[in-house]
């Protein structure tokens, strides 16, 4: 019998996960939704991404910014007695502020135009960054064929509660950054 308790356990325990998971996505879709356009998802470095999100909410919601961001994230794979395991770490972040914190009321649309710069290692300014420390780090490691840099445009909605949240991924040229 005690095989069998712990076999219910663990159903009600992932049935629980489950049922959470649902939870939070069917509150972020009754709050509203963001969407992201980009014309063209592929880049040189220092090109201009532009684009533009549309911001509807379903209700009222206290929003505390409303900014798109350009991420680069480090993949690594690594195998290990038979076994794969994959790390991801940010290693690059340029946020654009499109609003400051307000009230968005129920039924409130909005389209904001944004444009973030690819980056481009061989500008001074960047290349004085912390960015660009992780990000050169980050490409070395690109010679070890089990790494690779992912990056995406993300459009957020900080709100308070449950954030509205979308991404699309783009590819940036990284053999002219080297």
């Not at 509807?56 to 994230?73: D, E, F, P, Q």
């Not at 195998?79 to 307000?102: A, N, W």
């Not at 389209?111 to 912390?130: K, R, Y």
Request: hydrophobic residues 40%; aromatic residues 6%.
């Amino acid at each position: 019998m005690p095989k069998h308790t712990l076999l219910i356990v663990l159903a009600v325990a992932a049935c629980g996960v489950i049922a959470a998971i649902i939870a939070y996505y069917v509150v972020r879709f009754m709050r509203g939704t963001i969407r992201l356009s980009l014309p063209r998802t592929a880049f040189n470095p220092g090109d201009a991404i532009t684009g533009s999100i549309e911001l509807h909410t379903k209700r009222a919601v206290r929003g505390n910014r409303l900014l798109v961001s350009l991420i680069g994230t480090q993949v690594t794979h690594t195998r290990d007695d038979g076994k794969t395991r994959t790390r991801s770490r940010e290693v690059y972040r340029d946020d654009v502020l499109l609003e400051e914190g307000k009230e968005y009321r129920a039924g409130y649309t909005a389209t904001h135009d944004f444009e973030l710069p690819a980056p481009n290692m061989n500008s001074p300014e960047f290349l004085n960054s912390t960015a660009a420390q992780a990000l050169t780090t980050a490409l070395r490691l690109l010679s070890n064929r089990s790494t690779r840099l992912k990056w995406k445009v993300e459009a957020r909605l900080d709100a308070k509660g449950v954030d509205l949240a979308t991404a699309k991924h783009v590819s940036i040229n990284i053999r002219q950054l080297a």
